[in-house]
């Protein structure tokens, strides 16, 4: 063969060996990954001011969904300050962070009560509530299990709950669950990706 | 003997005492200490000028659900110093009086009862601090 059908042939050999560009790989998060879940869709909440609040209140802002009770010495105000770490994190994005805490206790946690704890920890922050059957259902579609205790004599009792903040991006997606143990500069690390649409 | 952040008493000794800080409205707190004592004894009461009601928890995470659970009474074996930590065993301040702030220190008491029925009270103070102590503070 002459030399330029030997560089054709070569040619065409290297352009069927080249591949497509490949795909960008799917975002790594710290926290666990609950993207195309078919559920924790929506919510619906009287915030600690009396307004109702659901989840398309907040489109354009990453939430931040945290079930807790304000008689959890440990576990519940370690996640509450974490997230108001992750807005400190994020400078100017936090704006356009929401940060959500319903509680799983609502006897105790009257909207009253709510407004002073929940703000404490982050002044945008807001406190949810609803009756006990609203607040069954609500933590069910998001699996979140938990179960009030037998008061003791003086009618303390705890609540067994599950942990983990739930985490939207800013069109209202459920996205991702921060377990505790999570590093808040991880989830704000996490929580960036979101805001920057990946 | 006693000294000031650690607490001693005849046969019993406490380490690394803190409590976490507490927003307005938090009606409880938490706290947590090593304690070791030299004869094998129950810890049977506690309380502090700061809450109400004090008590020891467990803290389990139970295939992701985390549960408390008062412990009436926690049993120290001699040299076995016993922890008390976040996740774990820890003090719950029921009914606090106001909140706890960092900088700040509050007042433990805790009642012991050795196997030969002598009481013991440890007065020990305890600062508010965002973490927990380096081994090397007392």
Redesign the interface.
């Known amino acids: 063969m002459n030399g330029r059908r030997i560089a054709l042939i070569t040619f065409a050999a290297v352009l069927a060996g080249c591949e497509r560009p490949p795909a960008p790989p799917p975002p790594a998060f710290a926290a666990t990954d609950l993207t195309g879940a078919p559920w924790g869709r929506d919510f619906q909440f009287a915030d600690h001011q009396g307004r109702l609040r659901k989840l398309a209140d907040f489109r354009g802002k990453a939430v931040m969904l945290f079930f807790g009770y ?6 519940c ?2 996640a509450l300050a974490d997230m108001a770490q992750v807005r400190a994190r994020l400078g100017a994005d936090g704006e356009k962070v929401q940060g959500l805490f319903v509680t799983l206790d609502p006897q ?1 946690d009257t909207p009253q ?5 929940v703000p ?2 982050d002044p945008t922050f807001l406190g949810l509530s609803g009756d006990e059957a609203t607040t069954a259902t609500t933590a069910a579609d998001f699996k979140v ?1 938990f179960a009030r205790q037998k008061p ?1 004599a ?1 009618g ?1 009792y ?1 609540v ?5 903040i739930y985490v939207f991006d800013p069109q209202g997606r459920l996205r991702l669950v921060m377990m505790p143990g999570l590093s808040a500069e991880a989830m704000a690390a996490d929580i960036g990706q979101l805001l920057k649409g990946t | 003997m006693l000294a000031s952040a650690a607490g001693a008493a005849e046969h019993v000794r406490i380490r690394q005492a803190w409590a976490r800080p507490t927003v307005p409205g938090q009606p409880v707190g938490a706290a947590y200490f090593e304690i070791a004592t030299e004869r094998d004894a129950n810890l049977v009461d506690l309380r502090s000028d700061a809450a109400d009601l004090v008590q020891i928890h467990t803290m389990t995470h139970d295939g992701g659900v985390m549960r408390m659970r008062q412990v009436a009474q926690l049993k120290l074996i001699a040299h076995q110093p016993v922890r008390l930590t976040p996740g774990g065993l820890h003090v719950m301040l029921l009914d606090l009086k106001k909140p706890l702030r960092a900088g700040e220190s509050i007042a433990l008491e805790l009642t012991l009862v050795d196997s030969a029925g002598r009481r013991q009270t440890v007065r020990t103070s305890v600062p508010v601090r965002t973490s927990a102590p380096s081994g090397r503070d007392q």
Do not use: E, W
């Open positions: 304000t008689h959890c010495p440990d576990v105000p370690t105790r009560l709510l407004r002073q704890y404490a920890f299990f003791d003086g303390h705890t067994d709950h599950s942990g983990g």
